[in-house]
């Protein structure tokens, strides 16, 4: 531990702490743009200057050890002045679009100009003259509004390693922009949307698509369908005041229906039939002689980076479509007989915690085996919480409500899909069913949760060692992918049965649409929100899912038949 002192007060912290943690640990907040707990200091907004005593420098406190026995100034009014300059800087590069900007509210410049009291900008206006890149389905890049804080360029490639963005020009032209300027859907970007969860302000955001929604429920010649996703349930609840990882999941199916959704449906039932088909499909490859390991494919941008990056490992994508895809072919199906309607007379709708998933839909790989689009349109987590308050609707009053029925109930296996290492643990519980004919006695299985960006493990079926292996942030799937590759050149048996990937830090509790201010602790928060979810369930294991069990009996068939090949599977660009 290092003794030091902030403003004259004794304080202990940890060795190789940043002044501004150190500060932040004593419920002293230094005002900056670019710091962000999930990335490495980089000095680059200015703002969190301080003052050593007795040493003529300022040092930018995200980026300065503390030492010990000094003394740190955090605040003085020569500090505010100076960090009013930069402030008054930054602002005169800033469109002064506040009221339609989608970052209003939320946005960390407009919070620190409030809270430093700017009035107005003693400097001339200097705006870039650039236009938005709307190029994805995802997100939208306007470089106007870039503060180059440099944190989203940060995050594509230390925690995504996508390299998708950089800085371009120089001095104040400075601007974040995929790397040789090119737009981003020309650029190497898998739409994770991590740039946009972490941009302070609003130069890079979920492309909204709410507008579309309004229009779904007014047009009444439609049925409209909502789904939500595993990971949203944890989250969403942070828009309107809650902690982390409250679980919401009633009022979040209350609000849909007050927002004129006419059903409303689980991500996590369709969550259970993906492990039906997957953890099928896992054991006819053990049985068989398939290819192993097999690896997840429900993550969009995972799946995006695996067709531009690591073409190689198609053989071992499983062919089940992710849950979200699964969910939308079953309503336009299914549930669409149920209730006597023509698939084209139904618009299905996904709340998900992701961006990538607004790319998912429009792929061409099988995304229209009902006939018709079997999803028309992803909003975020984020889209989801401005339209309840648009609505005017209190989130915190409404009376928990269920699904409907019959695709609307879930399994804990379902909901912790939404956790980096869930998907493996569901498949575990259902794959150990189907390889023993007994039930895993702990269903619990340690071996796969954590935050640890790689995870490997063994889990004992009855005798059959199944191997598995667990990367969460693009940063660590290189290292197992490698690990396989080099297996296949050395002609040994493959080192893992299973592999799950999630494109972003914690999985899709973490995703790019979820709301603001992500970090590990916020992370921890809503993992453990899921796993409450998990327990609590009456049933833990996809395949003790009564409505599962129902949709095989009355109109899939088996798990891997002919009808869910049809329906349920897809296979990936080669
Ligand atoms: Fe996920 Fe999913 S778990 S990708 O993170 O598999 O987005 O929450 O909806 O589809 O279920 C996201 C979350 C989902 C899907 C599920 C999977
Ligand atoms: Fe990089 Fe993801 Fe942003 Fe694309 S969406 S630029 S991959 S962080």
Not at 255 to 275: C, H, P, Q
Request: hydrophobic letters at 35%; one cysteine or more.
């Amino acid at each position: 531990m290092v003794n030091i002192k902030l403003n004259g007060k004794p304080l202990q912290v940890k060795a190789g702490t940043s002044i501004l943690k150190a500060a932040l640990a004593d419920e002293i907040k230094i005002p900056a743009l670019c710091a962000h707990d999930d990335l490495d200091a980089w000095a680059a907004c200015g703002l969190c200057v301080c003052k050593v005593e007795g040493s003529p420098k300022m040092v930018r406190a995200c980026a300065t050890e503390v030492v010990e026995g000094q003394n740190y100034i955090t605040h003085d009014p020569e500090l505010q002045e100076i960090r009013t300059t930069v402030l008054e800087m930054i602002l005169a590069n800033h469109p002064q679009e506040c009221l339609t900007c989608g970052r209003s509210n939320t946005c960390e410049l407009q919070s620190l100009a409030g809270d430093f009291g700017i009035r107005e900008i003693p400097y001339e206006m200097d705006i870039k003259d650039i236009e938005a890149d709307k190029s994805t389905p995802s997100i939208v890049l306007d470089p106007r509004k870039c503060v180059s804080c440099g944190r989203c360029a940060l995050v594509c490639q230390q925690l995504q390693n996508v390299w998708a963005l950089e800085f371009l020009e120089r001095g104040h032209k400075t601007r974040i922009a995929p790397a040789g300027g090119v737009l981003l859907n020309e650029s190497p970007c898998i739409k994770c949307g991590q740039c946009s969860a972490h941009c302070p302000v609003g130069a890079i955001y979920e492309k909204d698509e709410t507008k579309k929604f309004l229009a779904a429920v007014r047009d009444e010649s439609k049925h409209v369908s909502v789904q939500i996703a595993p990971a949203v349930r944890v989250a969403l609840g942070e828009a309107f005041g809650m902690e982390p990882g409250t679980l919401v999941t009633g009022k979040i199916y209350a609000a849909l229906r007050k927002l004129g959704a006419d059903s409303v449906f689980d991500t996590n039932f369709s969550a259970d039939l993906t492990i039906m088909e997957e953890g099928s499909e896992l054991v006819h490859r053990i049985k068989n002689g398939g290819v192993l390991p097999q690896i997840t494919s429900c993550c969009p941008a995972w799946t995006d980076y695996m067709e531009k990056y690591a073409n190689d490992m198609i053989p071992h994508f499983s062919t089940a479509k992710s849950p979200m895809m699964m969910q939308g072919v079953m309503t336009k199906t299914y549930y669409a007989d149920q209730i006597k309607k023509d698939a084209k007379d139904i618009y299905t709708v996904a709340i998900m915690p992701c961006t990538a998933k607004k790319y998912e839909i429009t792929r061409d790989d099988n995304m229209w085996a009902s006939g018709e689009q079997d999803m028309d349109l992803v909003l975020t987590t984020r889209e989801l919480a401005r339209m309840i308050k648009a609505a005017g609707i209190c989130f915190d009053c409404l009376e928990e409500e269920d699904a409907d029925s019959p695709i609307g109930e879930y399994s804990g296996a379902g909901t912790i899909f939404g956790v980096t290492g869930g998907v493996m643990e569901a498949a575990v519980r259902t794959a150990y069913k189907l390889v023993t004919d007994n039930e895993l006695e702990d269903m619990n299985v340690h071996a796969v949760r954590g935050m640890a960006g790689v995870r490997k493990g063994v889990v004992d079926f009855a005798g059959t060692e199944i191997k598995v292996a667990v990367a969460h942030g693009m940063a660590h799937v290189e290292e197992i992918l490698n690990e396989v590759r080099e297996a296949k050149e050395k002609g040994e048996e493959p080192p893992y049965h299973f592999i799950e990937v999630m494109a972003c830090r914690g999985g899709c509790i973490a995703g790019g649409g979820q709301p603001y201010n992500t970090n590990d602790t916020v992370r921890a928060q809503r993992v453990a929100g899921l796993y409450n979810d998990d327990e609590k369930c009456v049933t833990r294991r996809s395949h003790d899912n009564p409505e599962i069990a129902r949709i095989y009996k009355d109109f899939l068939g088996a798990p891997m038949s002919h009808k869910s090949h049809e329906l349920l599977h897809t296979k990936y660009q080669e």
